[in-house]
């Protein structure tokens, strides 16, 4: 859950894509029915195709893909909302 990795486990949070790197869990815009809880999430490996925003990822169902992170509704994709990664350690 994400309050878990960020106020149990301390992870830094961002929302700029360009700041993604990868082992990044992204997260996209919340579901539908469920406000505070994003529709899916993916790990972040890198760019396929930086200047068009498509990104390389592992699903959550293991299987790697290429992703538009601005999302595609004709393939039901949700777009891109915020990443999460541990902390460097101090």
Same mark, same amino acid.
């Given at each position: 859950q994400v309050d878990h990795l960020e106020q149990t486990l301390n992870w830094e949070r961002? &929302?700029?894509?360009?700041? %993604? !790197? +990868?082992g990044d869990l992204a997260f996209t815009t919340d579901a539908r029915c469920c406000p505070g809880y994003p529709a899916h999430v993916f790990v972040f490996l890198g760019w396929h195709d930086r200047a068009r925003g498509i990104a390389r990822i592992v699903d959550n169902d293991g299987r790697r893909l290429r992703r538009p992170l601005a999302g595609d509704a004709a !393939? &039901?994709? &949700?777009?891109?909302?915020?990443? %999460?990664? +541990?902390r460097a350690a101090d």
């Open positions: 961002f &929302d700029e894509e360009a700041a %993604l !790197r +990868p !393939r &039901d994709l &949700d777009p891109f909302a915020f990443a %999460l990664r +541990p």
